[in-house]
């Protein structure tokens, strides 16, 4: 019995340290291999790496990040790899070796190693973009993680997520790079002076709150465009997101500015704060918005010796408001990225909201203008729609317009309708587009109605005193 005894106290025993033995070699050997799982979990300390010096020599610049095992067995990195290799303007370092990709890179558990990334720019290269852009792939168990690079190329003011606040200047010095976006505050005036040039991201709009004072020539226009300069993208329209002067913006003022490639290019809203108009354009251009050229929503715009060119609809009045054009070309022809098929002028007194209709007092005068598109797409280039009881006033004077049936809800007083302006030199199939009218049997030649106070058309040339020119521009 004794016997007996002792084996039944022996064997639990032996159970116990048989386990405790066979158990530490097994968690050694864990720890020691490599995890396969395609549920593998890896991360990095940043998703990007961000270069935000303004560079005004050759710039040079490093940062890093972490690429961490959270796991409990080890993890075989196949591939990390700078995308552009060794074009990039970037370059990196997998702890300690440099190189544009490496492939079987072991991390402990629960460990990490450092990527270093430089970025070696001379800014003086002006045919560099002005954001430069790369990213680093990490290969693990058939999964792909990305971490993105972006660095400042070209010598410029960049400004991310700004707020503009008092009374500043612009000067040409340096062009503008807007990323994430400028908002002029509600107690601010900046002023842009000639030869300025602001480009924003695709997400960049530019937004006044306050006050917004361009004060471009002929010969140094401000130029508002997408910060996207190389050939596939430069003439891309809805490349940034366009100017919106908000409800409490005032005196805005705009003088030679140049607006292309945006979404909206201007839009105005809500009436004005006091008795100006809340936007003036003098001698301005905007050209291939993808939505609209210039949109008002129940605001007051006057504009004179200005062209409205290959928008999406080149100008929506809409909600009523009081509006001048005055000496302006409004056309549109289809080009390799947007097709022509809304009116070039649209004017409303309404607005749609939530299913219902609300409108408001609208009054419209358009002087000395032309409203043309292409043939056979849009057969009334000029829509006017009034749906509200309020007062309700649109007046065509002397302009040009192609319509199959005039339009309606409005007085037009010599009017030249369907007949082609013969602008100078247009042909979509190679994107030109010259809107002068200088042939002498151009239509609009000496058909328009003086005493308007524009002495100067869109070149800056006189007008006729007596019988000027309908468009933006003056035969010389």
Request: with cysteine; aromatic share 10%.
């Amino acid at each position: 019995m004794k016997h007996f005894v002792t084996h039944i106290f022996r064997l639990p025993f032996l159970g116990c340290l048989l386990i405790t033995i066979f158990c530490i070699p097994f968690s050694s050997c864990q720890k020691d291999s490599f995890i396969t799982s395609q549920n593998a979990q890896l991360s990095t300390s940043t998703d990007s790496l961000k270069y935000d010096t303004v560079f005004t020599s050759v710039g040079s610049i490093t940062q890093s990040f972490k690429i961490n095992n959270l796991n409990n067995q080890k993890l075989l990195l196949s591939t990390v790899k700078l995308m552009a290799g060794s074009a990039s303007a970037f370059k990196i370092n997998i702890n300690g070796t440099p190189a544009d990709e490496a492939s079987n890179i072991e991390i402990a558990a629960n460990d990490s190693v450092y990527v270093f990334v430089t970025v070696h720019i001379n800014p003086s290269i002006t045919n560099l973009p002005f954001i430069v852009r790369d990213s680093i792939m990490i290969m693990y168990n058939g999964n792909s993680h990305f971490v993105q690079l972006e660095a400042y190329g070209q010598n410029a003011n960049f400004l991310r997520n700004k707020v503009i606040k008092g009374n500043i200047n612009w000067s040409s010095s340096l062009p503008y790079v807007v990323l994430g976006s400028v908002r002029i505050d509600s107690a601010a005036t900046l002023t842009i002076e000639p030869g300025c040039k602001i480009y924003s991201h695709a997400d960049a709009p530019f937004i006044v709150d306050g006050t917004l004072i361009i004060n471009g020539t002929k010969e140094k226009n401000v130029i508002f465009n997408g910060d996207r300069l190389d050939a596939d993208y430069k003439s891309l329209p809805a490349s940034w997101p366009g100017i919106y002067f908000r409800e409490r913006s005032k005196n805005n003022v705009l003088t030679y500015a140049n607006i292309k490639n945006a979404y909206q290019a201007a839009v105005v809203e809500k009436p004005s704060v006091n008795s100006n108009s809340k936007l003036i354009l003098h001698q301005c251009i905007i050209d291939n918005a993808y939505d609209a050229g210039l949109l008002c929503v129940n605001s007051s715009v006057d504009a004179d010796n200005s062209l409205f060119t290959n928008c999406g609809t080149n100008v929506s009045l809409t909600y009523g408001g009081i509006y001048n054009l005055t000496y302006c070309t409004v056309a549109s022809y289809s080009t390799n990225y947007t097709l022509h098929k809304k009116p070039v002028l649209v004017v409303t007194d309404y607005a749609s909201l939530n299913g219902g209709i609300l409108s408001a007092s609208l009054n419209a005068a358009f002087r000395n203008c032309i409203f043309w598109g292409d043939n056979n797409i849009v057969d009334n280039e000029v829509a006017i729609d009034k749906k509200g009881s309020g007062s309700f006033s649109v007046l065509f004077d002397h302009c040009l317009y192609k319509a199959r049936e005039d339009p309606l809800n409005c007085t037009i007083t010599e009017a030249i309708k369907n007949q082609d302006p013969l602008f100078d030199n247009v042909d979509a199939t190679k994107q030109l587009f010259d809107f002068h009218t200088n042939s002498s049997v151009a239509p609009g030649i000496n058909k328009g109605i003086g005493g308007t106070d524009f002495a100067k058309d869109l070149d800056d040339g006189n007008r006729s005193v007596g019988v000027p020119d309908i468009g933006c521009y003056e035969k010389q």
